[in-house]
Structure formats: structure tokens, C-alpha cells
């Protein structure tokens, strides 16, 4: 029998909380907006109630096709707010992939930028019943206006969903363990973990500290960083994409000491031409996956900057490893956080010998930790065996201590840019 889920605050009331504590702190910079906790507030409020009057209801799929920016957050936090699920797609996405995951979303409104109306409005021509939003200025005739919805909209607390911690929360879609595109569907119990677990185990930054991140908010990675320095009161700094000859010029500028990153930046940053001002940057901690071997201490020496590799994916939400209290140590990716059991499993069915390497296997100790399925085949997905032990698909080793080791996928794929 299954034990009953740890008693959660909602996130939403988390993040109200914030709000009334931190009120006129700068929360978050975005490309097109400066916003304090309470007009971060003020924005999500409007957005919900515009959502509300085209439609949207507790447990309505909104989806975004957004860059990182105001939209984007305030759709993303709007859903919090009313009990909706948020859908964010990938914002290079068009034509045939699009339309693909447009019907597949299942969404009642999509909240898109300017610049992407035009590729959100012929991949959507066969979705029947869906509101699309324009950000942005130049909104093509056809089309309504988010900006105007909002200013025409109240910023009076929306009505707050029933509690309910196995609810339906966000709906990712990414590669999964085959290759194929599917929609990894987070309960709100799994979203509040997430959110809360990053900013106390990956990002640990102080109040009024900045966290920095150029990684796109349609990604758990970025998601996680921005809400888990929401809630410890941090300022959360936010670019459109990576630019390495202005990354550190960047990170001194904004004042961060954190931030995540993918092992390709890493890569990127160290192929430059050392200066002899590398090091002198305000950052104390980076955290991400896949960095390059050889360039763990290169990196530190270099730049001053502690990487702490980690593992985790868009399916296990919450169920991630590293280094917890320990110093990182180059080459692994620490150990599973307290919210699971692992096993390394070899190709005979039988758990593998340490050093050896196998595929991961995780199964949370609790009910809605990790994702509830995929959104075509829910639980029964063949990924999770009939008694709950999710197949990662990930090859990993297990040293002495308990320590993890990545050495790649099962299953053949190519990743570029953090994407499979």
C-alpha cells in the first residue's frame, strides 16, 4: 500500500507568501521587464482573470509559445493561481512539430509572442476551440491581444482551486526515454517539490542574493531556478539565450552568484582566450549536466566558479542527484536526494556490481513525486514497471559511498543545446 503524500503547502500560497514578505523587492529582470514580488503579483492576477474570461477553468491546458519574458511568467504563474495546466512549447518549434504538439496538448488557450503569430496560427488552423493571445505590439488581424486583455483585466486575486495535491499542474513535452516527443504530465504536489527542493538543495542562495540563467524558461532547469530563488527571496535575472562574449560581463553586471547551466556553456566559456580578469566575477556556484571531462578544475581555476553536475529529467520532476552536503566531486553527479530509491541495473535484470554500468531505475518513496505518465498513455507508459520503479533510460555507476556516474543514454540520441 502506498503512503499518503507529505502534507504541501500549495505553491501558490507559497508564492503569496513571498509576495507579502518581500512586497517592493526587485524579484525578477526580465528582457522586456523589471518586476518587484508584488508586481510580479499584480501581472499574475491579471493574466489569471484574463484567462478566466476566455474560458479557462481549474485543470484547463493554456499553452505558451514564448521567448523568455513577461508573457511567459505571467501565463506560467496565472495558471498557479486558477488551477490551470501550464504547457510551455518550445519556442523554436513551427510547421508539422508544432501543429503536432498543438493537438496533442490538448490546450483552451495559447498565449504566444508577436513574433511567433504567424507560425502559431498556421499550426493551429486544425485545433478546434483554441483561444490564441498575441504578446507584443504588432498583433496580426484575427488575432487577440494579451497585453490588452491584461490592462483591461482586474488584479484582484483570482478564486483559489480546491486543494487537491494529485491535481494536474504542468505539461511538459520532451523526448522521453525512445526519441519520440511525449507530454510529461506534473501533478501540483510534484510542481511544489520541484520548485521548492531546487531553491533549498541546487540553486541555495540567500535572500536578496541574484541567480542568473540565459537557459530558456520552456525547460525544468530554468523553471526550477527562477521559482526556488523566488522562494528563498532572491532577485532572478533572466536573458533571451547564451552570449558567450557577453556572459561574465553580464554576471558581473546583474551582480549573480549562481547559475544553471548546460555542459555545452561550459565547453563554450572555457574555449575562449583566457583574461586576466576571469576570475573576477561575482559567481561562487554553477549547476547543470553534462560538463565536458577534463574541465571541472580547469573551470574553477580559471573562473573561480564551483560546478556541481547534477542528474535529473523533465519525468522525475523532484527525484534528482547531487552532492547534497558533500564538496562535488569532479567526474559524478553526487547522490539521489531523499525523496527516492535507486538501483543500477544491468543487462540481466540483476542490479549492478559498483563501478559497473547500468541503467537507473527510481521509484519515490511518496505518491505523486515524480510525473503521473505520459499524456497519451498516462501511468501504463512502459517506462514505469507494475510496481512503480521508473526506467530512466540513463546509464549510470555506482562507486563506493553511493556516489553516481553518468555515462550516457540506453537508448541511441543526440542532444544539442539541452535538447534530445
Known sequence: MQAAPTTLRPLSERLDAAVAEYRDQE??????????????????????????????????????LCQNGAALVGTWFACMKIGAVFAPLNASLSGDPLAHLLSRAGGHVLVCDAALASAARAASRDVSNLTVLVAGRSVPA??????????????????????DLAAPARLMFTSGTTGECKGVLWSRNAETLHAVCYGDELVRIACGETAYTCLPLFHVTAQGTLLGTILRGGRMVVDRGFEPLRFWARTRAVDAVFFPYVGTMISTLMSRAPRRTDADNPVRRAM????????????????????????????????WTCSGARSPVPGTVGVPCDRFEARVMGAGGTEAAPGETGELWIRPFEPHVIFEG?????????????????????????HAGGTLSFHGRLREAIRRRGET
Not at 526580465?30 to 474560458?55: H, K, Q
Not at 505520459?374 to 555506482?398: F, I, M, N
Open 288 to 319: 547543470g549536466s553534462a560538463t565536458p571531462a577534463g574541465l571541472w578544475e580547469a573551470f574553477d581555476r580559471r573562473f573561480g566558479v564551483t560546478l556541481e553536475d547534477v542528474w535529473g529529467q523533465t519525468e522525475t520532476a523532484s527525484c
Open 27 to 64: 524579484c525578477l529582470v526580465l528582457p522586456d521587464a523589471t518586476l518587484s514580488y508584488r508586481e510580479v503579483d499584480r501581472l499574475a492576477n491579471a493574466t489569471a482573470n484574463a484567462l478566466l474570461e476566455r474560458g479557462a477553468r481549474e485543470g484547463s491546458v493554456v499553452m505558451t
Open 142 to 163: 484575427g488575432l487577440d491581444s494579451l497585453d490588452q486583455a491584461i490592462a483591461a483585466a482586474g488584479i484582484e486575486p483570482p478564486p483559489s482551486p480546491p486543494a
Open 374 to 398: 505520459y499524456s497519451d498513455s498516462g501511468t501504463s507508459a512502459p517506462d514505469v514497471t507494475g510496481d512503480g520503479w521508473y526506467r530512466t533510460g540513463d546509464l549510470l555507476s555506482r
